[in-house]
């Protein structure tokens, strides 16, 4: 297993510098090699790795998840932050304690050597079937040499290197993932597999529930007959109670470090017998127990207020303070969010905070023990020196350079251009974009489309190569078909976000010359546009400067007609509101186009109108769900909306 693991890597790695980075790390001859001995193993094991390069990769995408019960109820386990607790557990008995990952639980089912089903924990009694989202898992063996019927448990986890990676790609703030657990859970749970695969999701077994015809006196036999099968045990050692403080101790100093989150341990007795002898109490099983991390905390000194700008011009405080020491790492600077968020906190330079890592993630400020409220805003934007403004946005206040020239707000909106909700063109990261700039192959929206001019000087700029170009070419040649509201929502119109593009684009049934032409009344009187927003669209095309870009990118661009939205539906003309994170879909608009494709509208805030405002959260405190309850709008989850309202017409 150790070179089979060894092999895919080397493969895998050789493979993506060659086509993706256009390096060439080994001779042909010697990955053919590599490749035939990779091909014996896993024909002698009978084991294939669902990461393997030999496996033929296909996607599947569905319109729901199917529910399924599970044949054993999954409780959830008794916690404990007590060390000598813990130790009192254990007592005499021989014990295995190990992490307590941060992930989704799944439940794997193999017949006949092969995966045969994946159902994600759900309620504990109630999942959701995810198998071909888990047969694209990083390290899930696809085949396995036991035959018989084997049921197992495992985490389904994301790295803390793989989270950051992801949530720099997302480009709106509120669509970043707050941690890595809610990146995996969304991950694994897409209704396309393709985006499971791209998140690099691993499953970390823990528990095996059944192994038809083997028998085990021990859970570490149990842990040794999965890791003989191919699967990625979690980490494990023997202890009693006597050795818990040591054990403890190890785990504590290797967290700061662990790449896969974890939120504490687990206890649980190595004898199986015993074990199944204790039984259960209503809620939890008798024979594990967990202990949880504390969140740690640090007192330090506020330095300074540091704004940052944005291509919408808007500037975010960030907080840098005396570096502490938090889980580990040192920390020196924590975001801030927005004005709302210092002026409750009563920041000011010099103040007296206290800090902390969310999840054991993201640096927060947990209080002000000053108070003394001493930063002034500043009137002039840091990039470029022209004003600012403050703004509503939502239900905070923020600030905003208002120079439609500043140079931030440039790298910014062709990143924005480029990005997964407008033209979706990979391969042009930020910095790409800003080489390009910087060489003036790119002035104008259009210039994306006439790069082959600089086709010379692009291959031979660092990172780049024939391969790279031609698969940059490919990417913006596909990107050339695109729907209305795409196109009006990449050029970056204040106030015009992509649902709001739909809305207007459907009423002048993707005619661009009637949405060109649409006056302020006009578009104030579609169901969802305010006078703000239709004056905003209208001042935005009454610029020459604009229609010139507009009209310069039809010449390139095929408008592709947009679905039209299901009048039948019970969603047909509901007000729904999104908030907190998402498990189902991969991002807030994937779960907009879902409701509009329904005829359903989704707003920003909670009003009298609002049909149903989901939230995952639906005991949290926030603003959205207080004013949902004062108004008698119902909360919702993800998965109960979903099952309810998206799935009609659905077999």
């Known amino acids: ?68 019960t599970h044949d054993r109820p999954m409780l959830s386990l008794n916690k404990t932050k007590s060390r000598e607790e813990l130790a009192d557990w254990a007592g005499d008995r021989e014990c295995l304690i190990s992490w307590k990952l941060d992930g989704l639980t799944i439940v794997l089912t193999y017949e006949n050597g092969e995966l045969a089903k994946a159902v994600t924990r759900g309620n504990g009694e109630v999942g959701e079937v995810i198998t071909a989202n888990a047969k694209t898992f990083t390290n899930i063996p696809l085949k396995i040499a036991f035959k018989g019927k084997l049921v197992l448990r495992g985490e389904a986890v994301i790295s803390y290197a793989d989270f950051e990676k992801i949530n720099a790609e997302i480009t709106d703030d509120e669509d970043k993932y707050k941690n890595p657990r809610n990146l995996c859970s969304g991950s694994v749970r897409q209704l396309n597999s393709e985006i499971t695969a791209k998140r690099h999701v691993k499953l970390i077994a823990f528990s095996l529930v059944l192994s038809e015809g083997k028998e085990f006196k021990t859970r570490s036999e149990q842990f040794d007959f999965l890791a003989s099968l191919g699967f990625e045990v979690v980490e494990h050692y023997k202890t009693t109670g006597a050795g818990v403080a040591d054990r403890i101790a190890y785990f504590a100093e290797k967290v700061a470090d662990y790449e896969i989150p974890s939120d504490g341990l687990v206890m ?27 969140d740690e905390t640090a007192t330090t000194v506020l330095r300074e207020i540091e704004w940052s700008p944005s291509r919408t011009g808007l500037i975010n405080p960030v907080a840098i303070f005396d570096t502490v020491e938090l889980e580990g790492t040192s920390v020196s600077r ?36 000053t108070k003394s409220g001493n930063i002034t805003i500043p009137a002039k934007c840091p990039c470029c020196g022209g004003p600012t403004e403050e703004r509503a946005l939502k239900e905070a206040f923020s600030l905003y350079c208002v120079n439609p020239e500043c140079p931030a707000k440039n790298i910014k909106k062709f990143s924005h251009f480029v990005s997964r909700d407008a033209f979706n063109v990979d391969g042009l990261s930020e910095a790409t974009l800003e080489k390009f700039i910087d060489r003036g192959f790119i002035k104008k929206f259009g210039d994306l489309f006439r790069l082959e001019r600089f086709k010379a000087d692009i291959v031979n700029m660092e990172g780049f190569g024939e391969k790279s170009y031609d698969n940059l070419i490919e990417s913006i040649e596909k990107a050339r078909t695109v729907t209305l509201a795409k196109l009006i929502y990449s050029l970056g119109i204040d106030n015009i976000g992509l649902s709001t593009a739909k809305l207007i684009t459907r009423r002048f049934d993707d005619d661009i010359d009637a949405v060109l032409s649409a006056d302020e009344e006009s578009l104030s009187n579609i169901d969802g546009i305010g006078e703000v927003i239709a004056r905003s669209f209208v001042a935005y095309f009454s610029n020459p400067e604009n229609k010139e870009v507009l009209n310069d990118l039809r010449s390139f661009v095929i408008i592709a007609r947009s679905e039209r939205p299901s009048e039948t539906s019970e969603l047909s003309g509901k007000t729904v509101v999104i908030t907190g994170s998402l498990e189902m879909f991969e991002n807030r608009n994937a779960l907009k186009d879902a409701i509009e494709a329904k005829g359903g509208k989704v707003s920003g805030s909670v009003s009298g109108n609002t049909f149903v405002l989901v939230n995952n959260d639906i005991e949290s405190g926030s603003t959205k769900n207080k004013t949902a309850k004062a108004l008698g709008v119902p909360i919702m989850t993800e998965a109960d909306f979903v099952n309810k309202y998206l799935q009609e017409g659905l077999s």
């Open 1 to 68: 297993m150790e070179r089979m693991r060894e092999l895919v890597d080397i493969l895998n790695k050789a493979s993506e510098s060659y086509y993706a980075k256009d390096e060439e790390i080994m001779s042909n001859f010697e990955y053919d090699a590599l490749y035939d001995e990779l091909v014996k193993l896993e024909e002698e094991t009978g084991i294939v790795l669902s990461n393997s390069p030999t496996r033929h990769v296909g996607y599947e995408a569905v319109d729901f998840l199917p529910k399924e």
């Open 268 to 294: 649980t007795y190595d004898d199986i017998e015993y074990a199944r002898s204790l039984g259960t109490t209503a809620k939890y099983p008798r024979d594990s127990i967990a202990f949880k991390w504390q």
């Open 334 to 369: 924590a975001s801030v969010h927005n004005l709302s968020v210092m002026r409750e906190l009563k920041l000011g330079i010099g103040d007296e905070i206290k800090v902390y890592k969310a999840n054991m993630i993201i640096p927060q400020i947990s209080e002000n023990i």
